[in-house]
């Protein structure tokens, strides 16, 4: 066999070979044959094997074939990457839209929030992403609480559910509800009565209940309910109160800033003296904005407490143009209760003091002629007050960061 090679110029560098002898590794450089040259190779020439592989003259050959191969694989596999993360750019969906979104969120918080999981943060379903947002208008709160029912005992029936509600306007906020209002219906009983309640889960998730009137334990009728189950069970209501009832299950602060919470009044045994009575829940709401323009909770804010909305009634400023309304010298009776979950409310009207102060709303805890109350989160206080001059009298939380996020609203005085 004959192999020809080409003589190197003057301007080119002396190539060389390596040889490898077997057994001793000894290399000598050798210069390649000269241009034309022809080099004999007898059919019977042997090569010296090395660590057990014997040399081909063919290895230039099958080296090459290495080098092609590498280099199509390099090529498919970056080809199959920039599809993926052209397949990721594109536009979400409106129905994933808002868990995307806030799924990403909570990843940042997960070390500081135990039992989060792989549990969608957003309250955003498949059903309440792709609904027309056109017809989510925003509806006042009645603050108007109903009267007690009669009788030895008293039914109560929540519908826990996910649904599209409107908390400040043009912010439409995916929440988690108590019978698709955020607060929850007020609910109102008797001291003495025993409460039957009925809870419903029509959501996407598990829920669970926690009365703060109640005394029952909460291995039993407090866990959580899973997605188209509902359960009942029976307490009695033994102390009068204004009362917090709110999701828990965990993580509960997501729960509760996505709104499940409520008002329960319970009246003492021989009731209240008469009154123009209004039910106020305080509460925040930390938002972020998904790509079809509405909101969904923002983990990061919630866990440092930093919120966008403090509001009355789930709504910011809905009292200052739609004012509760009274009569001059009539008695005010206002039920308050922080449903929180990080801020404390510092209550307070404008032009008027607080006649009466019950904390909880307990009459055994009595006060007079208190200037400002403070309620924690979860906690409650019933005030009353009589105003003698017709005029306007905001109320508002006097943590004035706060009532500039919402938590501000008027009493109309009226003769």
Same mark, same amino acid.
């Given at each position: 066999?004959?192999?020809?090679?080409?003589?190197?110029?003057?301007?080119?560098?002396?190539?060389?070979?390596?040889?490898?002898?077997?057994?001793?590794?000894?290399?000598?450089?050798?210069?390649?044959?000269?241009?034309?040259?022809?080099?004999?190779?007898?059919? &019977?020439?042997?090569?010296?094997?090395?660590? +057990?592989?014997?040399?081909?003259?063919?290895?230039?050959?099958?080296?090459?074939?290495?080098?092609?191969?590498?280099?199509?694989?390099?090529?498919?596999?970056?080809?199959?990457?920039?599809?993926?993360?052209?397949?990721?750019?594109?536009? &979400?969906?409106?129905?994933?839209?808002?868990?995307?979104?806030?799924?990403?969120?909570?990843?940042?918080?997960?070390?500081?929030?135990? +039992?989060?999981?792989?549990?969608?943060?957003?309250?955003?379903?498949?059903?309440?992403?792709?609904?027309?947002?056109?017809?989510?208008?925003?509806?006042?709160?009645?603050?108007?609480?109903?009267?007690?029912?009669?009788?030895?005992?008293?039914?109560?029936?929540?519908?826990?559910?996910?649904?599209? $509600?409107? $908390?400040?306007?043009? $912010?439409?906020?995916?929440?988690?509800?108590?019978?698709?209002? !955020?607060?929850?219906?007020?609910?109102?009983?008797?001291?003495?009565?025993?409460?039957?309640?009925?809870?419903?889960?029509?959501?996407?998730?598990?829920?669970?209940?926690?009365?703060?009137?109640?005394?029952?334990?909460?291995?039993?009728?407090?866990?959580? $309910?899973?997605?188209?189950?509902?359960?009942?069970?029976?307490?009695?209501?033994?102390?009068?109160?204004?009362?917090?009832?709110?999701? +828990?299950?965990?993580?509960?602060?997501?729960?509760?800033?996505?709104?499940?919470?409520?008002?329960?009044?319970?009246?003492?045994?021989?009731?209240?003296?008469?009154?123009?009575?209004?039910?106020?829940?305080?509460?925040?709401?930390?938002?972020?904005?998904?790509?079809? +323009?509405?909101?969904?909770?923002?983990?990061?804010?919630?866990?440092?407490?930093?919120?966008?909305?403090?509001?009355?009634?789930?709504?910011?400023?809905?009292?200052?143009?739609?004012?509760?309304?009274?009569?001059?010298?009539?008695?005010?009776?206002?039920?308050?209760?922080?449903?929180?979950?990080?801020?404390?409310?510092?209550?307070?009207?404008?032009?008027?003091?607080?006649?009466? !102060?019950?904390?909880?709303?307990?009459? &055994?805890?009595?006060?007079?002629?208190?200037?400002?109350?403070?309620?924690?989160?979860?906690?409650?206080?019933?005030?009353?007050?009589?105003?003698?001059?017709?005029?306007?009298?905001?109320?508002?939380?006097?943590?004035?960061?706060?009532?500039?996020?919402?938590? !501000?609203?008027?009493?109309?005085?009226?003769?």
């Amino acid at each position: 066999m004959t192999l020809m090679r080409n003589r190197p110029t003057e301007d080119q560098q002396i190539i060389t070979q390596p040889i490898i002898q077997s057994d001793k590794a000894v290399v000598r450089e050798e210069q390649l044959a000269p241009q034309n040259e022809e080099v004999k190779v007898s059919p &019977a020439t042997t090569f010296p094997a090395t660590n +057990g592989y014997r040399a081909r003259p063919q290895g230039r050959s099958r080296d090459n074939s290495w080098f092609i191969t590498c280099v199509s694989i390099t090529i498919v596999s970056l080809l199959v990457i920039l599809g993926v993360v052209l397949a990721n750019l594109r536009p &979400a969906t409106s129905s994933s839209s808002g868990s995307q979104t806030t799924n990403s969120s909570t990843t940042n918080t997960s070390s500081t929030s135990a +039992g989060m999981g792989n549990m969608d943060m957003s309250g955003t379903s498949t059903a309440s992403s792709s609904a027309s947002t056109a017809n989510v208008k925003h509806q006042a709160y009645n603050a108007v609480p109903p009267a007690a029912p009669a009788g030895n005992e008293a039914n109560i029936k929540l519908t826990m559910k996910d649904d599209l $509600i409107t $908390i400040a306007p043009g $912010i439409i906020y995916h929440a988690w509800t108590f019978n698709g209002t !955020v607060p929850g219906p007020v609910l109102r009983v008797r001291q003495g009565q025993t409460v039957h309640t009925t809870l419903v889960n029509e959501g996407t998730m598990a829920h669970s209940i926690d009365f703060h009137a109640a005394q029952t334990p909460w291995n039993v009728n407090y866990q959580s $309910i899973g997605v188209g189950k509902s359960f009942t069970f029976t307490w009695k209501a033994n102390y009068p109160g204004v009362f917090m009832y709110h999701c +828990g299950t965990p993580t509960v602060i997501y729960h509760m800033a996505n709104g499940m919470y409520g008002t329960i009044i319970v009246d003492p045994a021989n009731g209240w003296a008469p009154a123009q009575e209004y039910s106020l829940t305080q509460s925040e709401f930390y938002t972020t904005k998904g790509p079809d +323009g509405t909101y969904s909770v923002d983990p990061t804010k919630m866990m440092n407490g930093i919120p966008d909305y403090v509001v009355f009634n789930g709504y910011a400023e809905q009292y200052h143009d739609a004012p509760l309304k009274a009569k001059v010298g009539q008695r005010i009776r206002l039920f308050l209760m922080n449903a929180g979950p990080t801020q404390f409310s510092a209550f307070h009207v404008i032009g008027a003091i607080f006649s009466d !102060v019950y904390v909880d709303g307990n009459p &055994a805890n009595h006060m007079v002629g208190n200037q400002t109350v403070t309620v924690p989160p979860g906690g409650g206080m019933v005030v009353e007050l009589t105003i003698p001059d017709a005029g306007s009298y905001p109320f508002v939380t006097h943590a004035f960061a706060n009532a500039s996020k919402g938590a !501000v609203g008027v009493i109309k005085v009226e003769r």
